[in-house]
């Protein structure tokens, strides 16, 4: 996982899920298994402002497009 999107949809997470939870969990393990369309599953799952759901579909584009 040394793509730097992946990095930073990792701190991105961490920054908005801010208590480790399952859903966090998960996401974690998509991006540390390189697994952009588990991450992009979880992702359509979770409450977030269109204005955030932007932003994380373009760094996992950024992670497939670097894979």
Known sequence: MA???????????????????PWRERLEAAVANDDPAEARRLLA??????????HVAGLIERWEEGR
């Open 3 to 21: 793509d730097q999107a992946a990095v930073s949809l990792l701190r991105w997470l961490r920054r908005q899920l801010r208590e480790p939870t």
């Open 45 to 54: 799952r979770m409450e977030f402002t269109d204005v955030q759901r932007r």
